[in-house]
Each structure stands twice: as C-alpha cells, then as structure tokens.
C-alpha cells in the first residue's frame, strides 16, 4: 500500500505558502483586504489600478504602517524612551494581549509586487523596495513624543530596514534607533550584491520579512520568490542582531539607547515602503504573528 501523499505546506489567505506557522491565540495578525484606506493604514494609503492590483498613493516615496492598534498614537504610547520600552519588552500592549491587539513580535510580512517602471536616484538613494517592521513613525521631528514627552519623535523609529534594489538584484538589511542619526553605519550593513537576478521588468515577485527574538537577540531572514507564484520563496538574506551591528552613524544617546542596541521590543508599526518608483504595483499583503520553532517544512 503506497503511503498517503505529503500534505501541502500551509499557505496563507492568498495562497501563498508561510515560511513559519501561526502563532498560538491570542496574537495579532492583520490581511489586507481590499480596503485601500484600511482603519489600521498610518501616514498613506493605497490606490487601486485594477484587477485586484494596487499602487502607492506616492509611488516616490511610498510610507504605509499597519498599526497592531489603531489607537496607538504618538499621545498614547507610554513612552518612546528606549531603555524604558525595552525593559518593558513593548511600546503599547504586550503582544499576548486579550483581543488580537498586541504589540507585534514575532512576525511574517509578506506582498506581493511589480515594479514596471522606476525613477531616478535621489536622497533617498537608488530605487528600492523595504519592508520596515518598525517602532512607530520613521521621523526626523524633533517635537516631543509619547505620553511622558521624555525624547524626541525621531526615537519613534526602532526600526530594521529588509531592502531590495530591483536594477541589480542586491538586498540589504538596515537597523534604525532615532531616525536618521540613529541608522547603523553603512559598512555594518548585512548586504548581498547580486543575490537575485534584477527584476525591474514588470514580474511579479513576492517578498517576506521575517523578524522574531532570539536569546541572544532579533533574527532578521528576507525571502523572496522570483516566480511569483507563491511557493518557491529562497531565503537570501538572514542576519541575527545581538549588540554587534553598529555603530550609529551620528549617536542615538538622546533616546537613551546604546550604540549597538538590539531593537528587540514588540512595535507598533509594520511599515511597507518604495522609494523612486514611477510604476510600482501591489497585492495580497499581510502581518502575521507567528511561532518560530515551528517552520512549515519549506
């Protein structure tokens, strides 16, 4: 008797397979579901183009968060000091909290893209794709934030960057701890060049953010899946983050963090990002809260 056929890895509401399995409830996840000004977008929003397809409301320089909750605000989180939000262990709610609106932690950040035409470079330099799983708003606003007013908005960030450049097919990873002095050194950056072949030619390409704590620290890993089709995702880049990354390219004391800190707190925002695009298209996204010790057998 021949054995019953393996059962498929599992997938998710778009059809495409997860890297790691659902976290056990209560845990916060979010799916887009069409709604181009969802309740739970910060700063952009989406524009639909047809065919279930959408672009950024500013394909220049695209900056759409999902928030865990939307009523997590600049005057509602406790505080943005990062030695107190790590202490603690998160920014809003601890990520187990009743109701499915907890601080995310360990995550899974999946779209699904096109990039048809890109700009030129700018300040912001070459043309590029991130997804940002971050603290709350990446600002330079130097105004007081959070209930206790005690640093500047530009602590809102605590932030890791999973970039990828569409002409050349390179990936990187970026650590943010009080925007933009707070950027880890570039030389510090763990990058690839030529990971994949340069994709700006209209394909469909599906990217993955997966961002968990370890003991030692965070685990940054960055998936992509050049088919498109949803289960033939490589992993081209991991990197975990246990104070060696760094330093900071001009100080980040004023949030009354570290040099080489590790951003290992449950955030806020989950941030989807594009920089220098003309036509840049997109669908099927999601934030899962997942269980790292339990991968799908990919």
Known sequence: MLPAPAAPPEADAFGIRKIYADAQPPSNSWTFTGNPRDPRFMEQYFVAVGDGWFRPSDSKMMRVEVLSDPAATENTIPTFDIAKVLAKGYLYRPPASAGGKGDFLNIEQTWRFKVIKMGERSANGEPHIELVPGGYRQTSDRKPAGADKAVPASCEAMSYHFNIYPATGRVKFEKDSDHTTGYAVEPSNPTLRNAVDPFADGREVIQKAVLYKTKAGMKLELYLDMTGEGNAFEKVLEYEDHGQWGPTRGGNA?????????????????????????DFQFKDLSVRSIDPSRPTGR
């Open 254 to 278: 004023e949030c009354n963090a570290a040099e080489n800190v590790v951003l290992s707190m449950a955030r806020v925002a989950i941030g989807y990002r594009c920089d220098n695009m003309l």
